[in-house]
């Protein structure tokens, strides 16, 4: 949930580069419409991740009911009504669940990986046609994957289960990746004034905050009218996102070369901002288009490498980093926890990712920033904020320790909303870390390295997604496997992957 970039005419072999921003903001610096601008993106963002919301939460009822139907066929057949449906509850069975988290470990590995593989060359995509045809082009796979949830759920007789782990492969044509290094880079050409950047990056962040609250609920409502309707609505928000696309400024241009510089109002400067929704993958995409460009990507490899050999707290923290990646891929796991262990169905345990979200916003938006200035401007902690970072990591991990140990062995559904209030009060954790590696404790003099850290943490956390989808889904299915508190096994070893964090960021040397 992060990372900005600012640019300056100054290049070297040995930067970091990032193609087409100088020209978008050329673009839009001279435009008239530059509210009108922010409006449409957000209205975008809206859309299209209101979209998603509705996708991911009954996704899991489709594909359970596919494979429910499949083992009542052989088993008990009268439990199977006329049109197919079967009650959610005779659903909740082992060998059921199981297949579901296979598939959906498949489907969600897929997806991050093929959005990885196109980050880059849509990066030069963007600086060639514009970053126009790309969002367009993000689209189709969205509305492809709705559509053939639609397909795959109503044809059982010609497509299989199976088939459902197809959709995610046409995020070769751009994922969430893709879309958030675009809108990112749009928000930040918008203005080169400080307070003003800094307030667009805020109404952005706000936005996901409030899709990730709403969405959750707005798919268990409407999930619960008819499995198929939140598939239409999030077809017709994505539909509606293709005109709305048009209305954003033409950026093409010719192929430039810009160095990756730290934009004092980007998020890293201001710890609140800095908690929007994670793109990782941000500053992969930094490479020059050109005909030397094989040579680019492995002179940029190893400027990253001389950059964390010798820097031993930087080490530190990207190991964290990397540690806290993994253990919140467990997030991913809830909505299928809990209908399997309290027997809910998946729309009411969509209320509850509402209510665990709105922890999340009441806290970054009200109590840290409080917390952060109080403490900054006590006696106690003045000209002291690299402890306040370090202990506000520390505090952060400690409280998602105890927060997923409760979710774990919550066996009533009111000791796991308590449970999950406490998990969602360690999600301050990135605005202390992402602090820590702008602080002289880790960041170097030049401006230049101190954006090109950020890349590596971006990379980092990337490589901690990647790993902890496959985890999860291995640990799930052996909790399963296991019943009654196993049930809580990846959510264990989440626990562990955050204490090993605690105990490396101990090891920062002040």
């Given at each position: ?100 988290a296979w598939l959906q470990g498949i489907m969600e590995t897929t997806v991050i990986v093929c959005d990885f593989i196109v980050t880059i060359p849509f990066s030069f995509l963007a600086e060639r046609f514009g970053v126009r045809l790309v969002l367009w082009l993000n689209m189709i796979p969205r509305i492809f994957m709705s559509f053939w949830v639609l397909i795959i759920g109503n044809f059982d007789m010609i497509f299989p289960t199976k088939a459902i782990v197809a959709g995610p492969f046409l995020a070769v044509l751009g994922g969430e990746c893709v879309f958030s290094s675009t809108i990112f880079a749009l928000t ?323």
């Open positions: 949930m992060d990372e900005h970039v600012h640019n300056t005419s100054a290049t070297s072999e040995e930067d970091i580069l990032i193609p087409a921003v100088e020209p978008i903001k050329d673009t839009l610096s001279k435009s008239k419409d530059g509210r009108s601008v922010l409006w449409t993106l957000l209205l975008l963002l809206i859309l299209t991740n209101m979209a998603m919301s509705l996708y991911n939460l009954p996704l899991n009822r489709v594909i359970e009911l596919r494979l429910c139907r499949e083992y009542y066929i052989q088993r008990d057949p009268s439990v199977i009504g006329p049109d197919g449906s079967i009650p959610e509850e005779l659903c909740k069975l082992n060998q059921v669940q199981q297949q579901l930040a050409a918008l203005t080169r004034e400080y307070l003003q950047r800094a307030s667009h990056f805020s109404y952005i962040s706000s936005v996901s905050y409030v899709v990730a609250f709403m969405g959750p609920s707005l798919a268990s409502f409407t999930m619960s009218q008819s499995l198929w309707l939140p598939f239409w609505i999030g077809i017709a928000l994505l539909l509606a996102a293709i005109p709305t696309i048009y209305f954003l400024p033409e950026t093409k241009s010719h192929p430039s070369k810009y160095s990756l510089q730290p934009d004092p109002a980007a998020p890293e400067a201001d710890p609140l901002l800095g908690q929007r929704p994670s793109s990782p993958i941000r500053y992969s995409n930094a490479f020059e288009a050109d005909k030397r460009l094989p040579n680019r990507i492995i002179q940029t490899v190893m400027t990253l490498i001389r950059l964390i050999i010798g820097r031993r707290n930087f080490q530190l923290l990207l190991a964290s980093f990397l540690l806290t990646a993994l253990a919140s891929s467990d997030t991913k796991l809830l909505v299928q926890y809990i209908s399997k262990r309290y027997k809910w169905t998946f729309a009411q345990a969509g209320y509850l990712l509402s209510a665990k979200a709105l922890v999340n916003i009441v806290l970054l938006t009200v109590f840290v920033p409080r917390i952060i200035r109080a403490s900054i401007a006590s006696k106690s902690v003045h000209g002291s904020e690299i402890r306040l970072n370090f202990i506000g990591t520390e505090i952060s991990i400690l409280i998602s320790i105890l927060g997923v140990l409760c979710v774990a062995m919550s066996f009533k559904i009111w000791m796991l909303l308590t449970a999950l209030i406490i998990y969602a009060l360690g999600s301050a954790l990135p605005v202390f870390t992402m602090s820590l590696v702008k602080s002289p404790l880790i960041a170097l003099q030049d401006a230049h390295t101190n954006t090109q850290d950020f890349s590596i943490v971006m990379l980092t956390k990337t490589l901690g997604s990647l790993l902890g989808a496959p985890l999860m889904t291995v640990t799930w299915v052996q909790g399963i496997k296991s019943g009654g508190v196993g049930l809580g096994l990846p959510y264990f070893i989440s626990a562990s992957l955050y204490l090993v964090a605690a105990i490396v960021i101990a090891q920062l040397h002040f």
